[in-house]
């Protein structure tokens, strides 16, 4: 298949506004691995790359059991141009949305789910890291029950004004899939959103609490 560097890319994952994801083997390591294409435009734009590159350094760093990991970003020259893209951990399982649509979730079940995305909202908050886009789509279950949290704050880092209406540059976060404009950039998707996010207003780890609860409802 198509080689990014060291990485060899398998088969397409997944595609959205932010980027599209592959199922890649990682050839140094000999490891499987999500790689993330960003978008062209962003690899474009010095000050979305560098506020891109330092949140994704405090991403890294959290390390935590129930956030899938980011290995490293790269930039790479292909054929077409220079491009820009995250090796992230390969996470396993199906996604919530998908848990939901086969049928409803038993109470203990839901519970430990529950338990696993508030730990890893907590660990990124303690860190300044807001998801701003939680929603079932962006939580992973496992085969053995364990929940992996995606996709914290792309779109924060990667979307043109995004700092604009949030408290402090140290609260961006690389990686949401979808986001409108109303009054301001809105960074998220609608049915998980807080009122003030919805409004374009300010945004914190209150509308992460708030997304949570929409996911528990």
């Keep these: 298949g198509q080689k990014l560097l060291h990485y060899r890319l398998v088969e397409k994952i997944g595609e959205g ?6 199922k ?6 000999d490891r499987e691995v999500a790689i993330k294409v960003l978008p062209d ?7 979305r790359l ?10 890294a760093s959290l390390n935590h059991p129930n956030i899938a990991a980011i290995h490293s970003v790269h930039e790479a020259e292909t054929s077409t141009g220079s491009l820009r893209f995250l090796a992230m951990e390969l ?5 919530l949305s998908d848990r939901i649509a086969r049928g409803p979730v038993p109470l203990d079940e839901a519970l430990a789910i529950a338990r696993q995305i508030a730990t890893a909202l907590e660990a990124a908050h303690d860190n300044g890291i807001v ?15 364990k929940v992996k949290v ?24 690389p990686t949401v899939t979808s986001l409108g ?5 809105i960074l998220g998707t609608a049915a998980y959103m807080s009122p003030e996010q919805a409004r374009g207003g300010a945004v914190d780890e209150r509308a992460d609490i708030w997304a949570l609860g929409a996911v528990l409802f």
């Design 24 to 29: 890649a083997l990682d050839t140094t390591l």
């Design 41 to 47: 435009a962003f690899s474009q734009d010095a000050e």
């Design 17 to 22: 506004g932010m980027g599209v994801v592959w």
């Design 50 to 59: 560098a506020r891109f590159e330092r949140e994704a350094k405090s991403l």
């Design 181 to 185: 404009t109303i009054a301001g950039t």
């Design 91 to 95: 996470v396993s399982g199906e996604d």
């Design 131 to 145: 998801h701003r886009d939680l929603k079932p789509a962006n939580v992973k279950v496992t085969p053995d029950g």
């Design 150 to 173: 995606l996709d914290f704050g792309l779109a924060k880092a990667v979307v043109p004004g995004a700092t604009s209406h949030d408290r402090s540059s140290s609260e961006a976060s």
